[in-house]
């Protein structure tokens, strides 16, 4: 398995930003994927869930109504569309896979939203 995220950056608040994770290694249509996120000094969070075939979602109550989760099965990837940033968005963001019993996490993408 193999969880491979990019689309960080810096951004100032009210900005965009489109994160990905590139997905292998598994039947990637099969399941469920999230993102996590982490900012400094707290502990890791989840931020939004998408089901396998993507019609179902749910979110943070920190970003409902800002952030968007995707997924193209296709291109074995998942997305997260994050409008009206804000600087508590500030942040290492991850997707997990849960295969089994077991979670799987990529290396991380950084967000910071500054002025």
């Known amino acids: 398995v193999q969880l491979v995220e990019s689309g960080g950056g810096l951004v100032q608040p009210g900005g965009s930003l489109r994160l990905s994770c590139a997905a292998s290694g598994f039947t990637f249509s099969r399941y469920d994927m999230s993102w996590y996120r982490q900012a400094p000094g707290k502990e890791r969070e989840l931020v939004a869930l998408i089901t396998s075939a993507g019609g179902s979602t749910d979110y943070a109550d920190s970003v409902k109504g800002r952030f968007t989760i995707s997924r193209d099965n296709a291109k074995k990837t998942v997305y997260l569309q994050m409008n009206s940033l804000k600087p508590e968005d500030t942040a290492v963001y991850y997707c997990?896979?849960?295969?089994?019993?077991?979670?799987?996490w990529g290396q991380g993408t950084q967000v910071t939203v500054s002025s």
């Open positions: 997990k896979l849960r295969l089994a019993v077991r979670d799987y």
